[in-house]
């Protein structure tokens, strides 16, 4: 733009300049007053071309400047996103690029109570899952959490972190790396399909492959980084299968950090029923102890292909109706010598299942699912019995507190379940204990990218 008034006004002056040498030819005719005139106009018009010939040297090698500088630039910047990438480093991202890569957050993945991901391409063609969390405060909490939790950690069973944005009084977001096979939950219960991910059904190696990947991530989490990050909400929903069908943990909102010389930590009960270790419900702190228990509850549905905990509709009377508890029947059926028979049916008509596997595994989980936290291993040792390295003991007969809790009714006093507690070693007052229906839950679910 500037160029171009330059130009115009340097015509303008030199068309001005001979219009004067015309006028002066005729009015003073070849007198030496006109060639004073003339003389002037032609050094003034000579001054305007060489000011113009200085411009356009001078804006040449400004463009040349420029455009070198910008191509240094886009060398740098993809070299500093190089890097960003290599060193793990999450990337801040600006709302207009994640609307862009999102089509406007139109390729919905999964929505639970606070969070929707979304499928999304970034601008270099990578693919990735957005996660927006909604509401102010525990938006800003979770938002946190997670990021905090994540951000520092690099392990091949960990989801990883691409970037994040915050806006303003709004949503949070938060964008992972893209796992094309969904959640967990999509491959082993029957009937859980959904438009994004199809419903499938994991074979047994695929299973126990999986169960080791979950636990080596949570062994690295609880022991190998600086500080033990507590995921506090494990569950098919959050455990996401690659391309080559491996195990990767992913949402971390409610992960909580843990210094190395604490041992449990204090927080309000958040997660999900089923998957809560009874120590948190009684509200004795947590520890990576409650990972292991969660962990346990997923080992036995990857097992048995269902839900730990369903119910059973006798009619439209509630008085009648009865929960399945399916941690207790693979214990009964241990107990019995048929193990085999506990589980997921799909597989057992496919066949070629190794029932010295099926035994480990429900050692395993049997042990993790104890109701004393001291008892459970740890997560590096539950590697250890999966992968073969050290012999899996008979799991003690654990009291199942909540077989108990299932069968009183919500209205009953919870006075009564204190002598059964108390008989488990917990060593907690009779009317303290949280009823299901008073409890409160944050329910967090992360569907399948």
Known sequence: MEEKKASITAAVIITGLVVVIVVARLSLKLSRAFFLVAGADIALILGVFVCLVIRGRYDRRRKLLEKRLVSEGRELRIEYSFLRKVAGVPIKFRLKELEDATDDFRALLGQGGSASVFKGILSDGTAVAVKRIDGEEHGEKEFRSEVAA???????????????????????????????????????????????????????????????????????????????????????ENILIDENYRGIVADFGLSKLMGKDESRVITTIRGTKGYLAPEWLLEHGVSEKCDVYSYGMVLLEMIGGQRNVTVIENGSDKSQRKWKYFPKIVRDKLGEGKVIEAVDHRLVEAGGIDERQVKRMVHVALWCIQEKPKLRPSMAHVVEMLEGCVPVEEPPNTQMIVVDLLSIDGEDSDCQLGPKIAAMGLDVECCNIPSSSSSSFAMSMLSGR
């Not at 989801?159 to 790396?177: A, K, N, S």
């Not at 169960?211 to 600086?226: E, N």
Request: proline share 7%.
């Open 150 to 236: 994540i951000a520092s950690v690099q392990h091949v069973n960990l989801v990883r972190l691409v970037g994040y944005c915050c806006v303003p009084r709004g949503p949070r977001y938060i964008v992972y790396e893209f796992i094309p096979n969904g959640s967990l939950d999509h491959w082993i219960f029957p009937g859980n399909g959904t438009k994004n991910c199809p419903e499938g059904c994991l074979s047994f190696d695929l299973r126990y492959r999986v169960a080791i990947d979950v636990a080596k991530a949570l062994s690295y989490m609880h022991h190998d980084c600086r500080s033990r990050i507590l995921h506090l909400d494990l569950k098919p």
